[in-house]
């Protein structure tokens, strides 16, 4: 939208969706770092996110019981796209 609502009174509850919240960065030395290159970035990242973590009264984890799902709508949302005429990644270019 061009202007967001603006919230003037205290609110009861905020969702603060994303996939980073509530991890811990590691140590530097330790071994997952070590053995996965590209966890180096989102690990500095998360050091960031510990700001948020402190604000915050109570975590909500919303879990699957199958990861396999994440794939199959990740799927879904880039044929919707395709069928859209919008760039999208090919059902080869999804993991899963």
């Known amino acids: ?15 603060f969706e994303g996939w980073m919240n509530g991890f811990a960065p590691l ?17 500095r990242h998360l050091v960031g996110y510990s ?3 402190d604000l915050q009264d109570a975590w909500v984890v919303l879990a699957l019981d199958d990861v396999q799902h994440v794939f199959d709508w990740r799927l879904q949302a ?19």
């Open 1 to 15: 939208p061009e202007a967001w609502p603006v919230q003037h009174e205290p609110a009861d509850v905020v969702l």
């Open 27 to 43: 140590m530097s030395e330790d071994e997952a770092l070590v053995a996965h290159q590209g966890l180096r970035e989102v690990n």
């Open 51 to 53: 700001r948020w973590h």
């Open 78 to 96: 880039e044929r919707a796209m395709a069928a859209a005429g919008k760039p999208g990644m090919s059902d080869a270019g999804v993991p899963g």
